[in-house]
């Protein structure tokens, strides 16, 4: 179910994480779909990028998008597994002021039912400032299933984020 474009006006940046990506030796697929799939439910794309899988460079960027270019939701895809290269959960430990637990399950729980592999997913979901951080998986496949499974929650969580007294219930 698409959300409602006119009753949110929010922005979103995506964020991908691949080394071989960031030298041009890889085609990024998941980060121009998760662009697709977030314009269609009404969020205006502010940022896409696609850096290496280096913790650094992670949490600069993150801090970035969330502080200064004040990004509504910022999607990373790739970085959630458990390669070697993989530290984006990591990245996010020193990013993140509040975790939002219940997003990374929901989204394991969704995957879980296509694939035993996704309880191997590391990806975390939380607040910096009033910006609302979500890790999806790398794989195309992967990161729209994970996407479409929390998708109709993440305006109501971004409006909680900046101060909506709106009951949850």
Known sequence: MAINK???????????LSDKGSQGLRTDTSGPLLIEILEAAGFT??????????????TQTLIEWSDLKK??????????G?????????????????????????MRSASMKI??????SRGKAGVRGKSLIVNLPG??????????????????????????TEDCG
């Open 82 to 106: 458990l390669s070697p290269t993989d530290v984006t959960p990591e990245a996010m430990n020193d990013v993140l002021e509040k975790e939002i637990p219940g997003i990374s399950e929901a």
């Open 139 to 164: 794989s195309l496949k992967a990161a729209r299933e994970n996407i479409e499974a929390v998708l109709d929650t993440l305006p109501h969580a971004i409006d909680k984020i900046k101060g909506s």
């Open 6 to 16: 006119t009753k949110y006006s929010f922005t979103c940046g995506v964020l991908t």
């Open 71 to 80: 990004i509504d939701l910022i999607v990373t895809t790739g970085g959630t």
């Open 45 to 58: 794309n502010t940022a896409y990028k696609i850096i290496a899988d280096h913790h650094e460079t992670i």
């Open 115 to 120: 694939t035993p592999r996704a309880m191997l």
